[in-house]
């Protein structure tokens, strides 16, 4: 990406050059996010310096190894998590996301050092950011590449504490990372899962994947209607509320989802409301305080959700095998990217694949 607002373009670079620490990869496959052709253009506003190789995890096989790694051997398939975090603050580390975004000053410095994202053949990645996966894997590479959606909406779902037998509202639930939610929240056993929206379609696609411990409701816009709404589909107390709405959304839509949740109930917050301005969300101290409500914000997942989400997906209890995924080569980056802004039907996957 040389400029914002203008098309990608495909040429050669120098190969990367690894430091003790960092693991040289071969990129297999990477997905292209749905809202891609939004950060490229800058819309949302990401603060990626170009120009950079853009991108966001990927699968590929290492190529080189440091010496301070026991464990990981060239020839490996890894799974490259782009979450990077500093090495010199345990308790507040600084955080980008290889390719992609950072947070705050401290995240654009380790920006500029590891710039580079998965749109490339090749891809320097920190050694604790890469994670074996099983050899069957290599069977399909680029279904693998979904770890980058659901990754985080596995963190939001561990964030809030779920447990087997709850009942879960995932505000979003029809967006690209709110129906992976869905998903990961009954392959880890919830009793129920209440999924609102207002794509009728996309509700009835979910309803018929995942069968009767999902709860549909399209919503009106009206606060009271859908806020009963909810409550009455989910036929017992609301335990958690996991919001995923896009920067679009009205942050009404975020308070009535999360007034919905029981007493001493968790709601994470894991969306973009009013990243792009207008009204922010406000929800009543009376009701937080009087309720013992948990609040709680979280941006990404904890390096052990690399291994609970590889562990879900080797066991079975996350099946990838119903997902469709649409194919490109490198030099079709922009018709990729295109692609994946028009086709946002949840479990339709946009894949590059730049060493294939």
Not at 158 to 174: D, K, N, P, R, V
Request: charged letters at 20%; proline letters at 7%; aromatic letters at 6%.
């Amino acid at each position: 990406m040389t400029e914002f607002g203008s098309s990608l373009t495909v040429h050669d670079v120098p190969d990367p050059e690894t430091n003790s620490g960092e693991v040289l990869v071969e990129v297999l496959a990477t997905s292209v996010p749905p809202y891609a052709a939004d950060v490229f253009s800058g819309e949302r506003r990401y603060p990626l310096e170009p120009p950079v190789v853009p991108g966001v995890g990927g699968i590929g096989r290492i190529v080189h190894v440091g010496r301070d790694a026991t464990r990981l051997h060239v020839g490996d398939l890894v799974w490259c998590d782009s979450t990077v975090r500093a090495r010199d603050d345990a308790l507040t580390p600084d955080i980008t996301l290889q390719g992609w975004s950072s947070r705050g000053p401290g995240g654009a410095r380790l920006a500029q050092y590891l710039h580079d994202g998965p749109f490339a053949e090749l891809m320097r990645v920190p050694t604790e950011n890469v994670y074996r996966l099983p050899e069957r894997a290599a069977l399909d590479p680029a279904q693998w590449s979904s770890l980058a959606v659901y990754t985080i909406a596995y963190g939001g779902l561990l964030a809030g504490g779920l447990e087997a037998g709850e009942t879960i509202l995932i505000s979003g639930a029809t967006g690209n990372l709110g129906s992976s939610a869905v998903a990961i929240a009954l392959a880890m056993g919830a009793g129920r899962v209440v999924a609102p929206g207002r794509n009728r379609a996309v509700l009835d696609q979910l309803a018929d994947r995942f069968g009767s411990r999902i709860s549909p409701v399209e919503l009106t816009g009206h606060a009271d209607t859908d806020r009963a709404a909810m409550s009455a589909a989910a036929d017992a107390p609301i335990d958690m509320v996991l919001d995923f709405l896009p920067p679009q959304a009205p942050s009404a839509i975020t308070r009535t989802a999360a007034m919905t949740v029981r007493e001493y109930g968790r709601v994470v917050l894991m969306g973009g409301v009013g990243m792009l301005g207008g009204a922010d969300l406000a929800l009543p101290y009376p009701w937080i305080m009087r309720n013992s409500v948990t609040i709680r914000g979280q941006w990404m997942y904890p390096r052990t959700a690399n291994v609970g989400m590889i562990r879900l997906i080797a066991s079975g209890a996350l099946d990838l095998t119903p997902e469709h995924l649409t194919r490109f080569h490198l030099d079709q980056v922009n018709e990729a990217i295109t692609h994946a802004a028009k086709d946002t039907t949840p479990f339709n996957r946009t894949v590059l694949t730049p060493s294939a």
